[in-house]
């Protein structure tokens, strides 16, 4: 192979491994947004919990306030009764405080109900809050060695530049390195291939002809694909 060629390629890799470091560097913060979003299921399901047991909550006021209102409403019937001198009223106010009574026993009942449900309510909380610790761990933790993978990457992306630089410093000829770059660019990261005993340029696949081959095989001059301009080496 060509000496000047021979360093090329050496650019070439240095270069390709600068732009994959490059193209992760660029993902890690997404990766990290994404790892934060699987907390958003976990914190919509904590809030539900905390509603459903509001909810309760509310519920059970409304009774105990009706069991009060119907205590009231015993209290004030059993004024009237003692008060009251005739036979029939009496009768008749005794039977709306048994009535009422019988009311607050079915309310009686219908909080104790609530209340059997708050308790697995707020067992609900309790686990849902549970899961959202143990998945802010994962998430820490992944976003942690994210954080540390974006570290080391940057390290060694600064130290292929420092190495980029010492082999176009080695190369010198502006001119190569000019058609290297645009084809570097433009090719994808592939501006040096080889080319195969079939003739085919692994760059852009398509068959160069025998004096191209010839050419790069003798190494007279760079040779460069028909189709695509790479600079072809054997
Ligand atoms: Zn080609």
Redesign the pocket.
Known sequence: MREDVKQLLALQEIDQKIRALEAELLRIPQLQETAKDRLANDTAALAQAKANFQANEVEIKKVDLDIGTRRNSIERLKNQQFETKKNDEYTKLGQEVIRYEEMVDALETRELELMEIADDLRGNITAAEAALTKTQGYVDEEIKALEDRATERRKALAEAQSLKEERVAAIGDEELLDTYHRLFNKRDGQAIVKVTPERS?T??H?QVTPATYALAQSGAAIAH?D??S?ILFI
Do not use: E
């Open positions: 340029c760059s852009c398509v694909c189709n695509c790479a």
